[in-house]
């Protein structure tokens, strides 16, 4: 893969916050960090010391996590000033100044990722979301039939943690997998690691797997949630007869 040299002046770190879901972590290495902090989000009154809030218009009023998946899917949409971005969960807090990890695990590649450290396939997860009740029964079996019957293999890859994104988003090749990514939150589960694979095989495109602890790492802590509204999580039954 031919990757264009980084210029890391125009990168950035972000996070997406839609709703009431919960309150917004604030992360001490902004001030240490020649990297823009951008919080995008609907909420006008939110207020941050270490963030540059944004504000946002929800693709989907009474849809909290869609609207929220696809702001974070599409960086080169709501972030055009910016060339490349270490996407963070609410959750995640840094532990050192993000821009040598950028710069690095985008040296070669328009994507890196975090390997799920705690689950053996994409079929683990959707089996885990299901007994979770993270979606509905009925929207997973038909996602998961789905990639049974078109890409199989991807069933049995290991997944991919989603909690936190290095991309050169502007590349072509990341915008044609955000596009696919996009496309199956969308139309299937909302819970996007299900679908990461997917869009990965069918874009061609070729991450950069990281292999770290998704809880700790020498870049960050997770998770760290506060005022979390958990029945936004849980679907439970719902559209099931």
Request: net charge negative; charged share 25%.
């Amino acid at each position: 893969m031919r990757v264009t040299s980084l210029n890391i002046e125009h990168g950035c770190v972000f996070t997406v916050l839609m709703g009431d879901y919960e309150s917004l972590n604030e992360q001490p290495m902004a001030a240490v960090s020649g990297l823009d902090f951008i919080c995008l989000t609907d909420n006008p009154l939110l207020r941050s010391n270490t963030w540059d809030v944004r504000l946002v218009t929800p693709m989907f009023e009474m849809d909290q996590v869609r609207s929220q998946r696809y702001v974070k899917l599409r960086p080169h949409e709501f972030l055009p000033d910016h060339d490349c971005s270490l996407y963070i969960d609410n959750s995640v807090l840094l532990s050192k100044d993000p821009a040598d990890e950028l710069r690095s695990k985008l040296a070669s590649h328009d994507l890196a990722l975090f390997l799920h450290s705690f689950r053996e396939s994409v079929e683990a997860e959707f089996a885990e979301v299901a007994l979770l009740k993270f979606d509905c029964r009925r929207t997973l079996a038909e996602q998961l039939q789905h990639y049974r019957n078109a890409v199989p293999h991807v069933l049995r890859e290991r997944p991919y943690w989603s909690g936190m994104l290095f991309r050169r988003h502007a590349s072509p090749a990341a915008i044609a997998f955000s596009a696919i990514w996009t496309a199956h939150v969308l139309r299937y589960s909302r819970r996007d690691q299900l679908s990461l694979n997917y869009a990965l095989a069918k874009s061609g495109l070729q991450p950069n797997a990281i292999e770290e602890d998704n809880h700790s790492s020498t870049l960050h802590s997770w998770p760290h949630a506060r005022n979390r509204r958990l029945e936004v999580s849980i679907v439970g039954n719902e559209g099931e007869t």
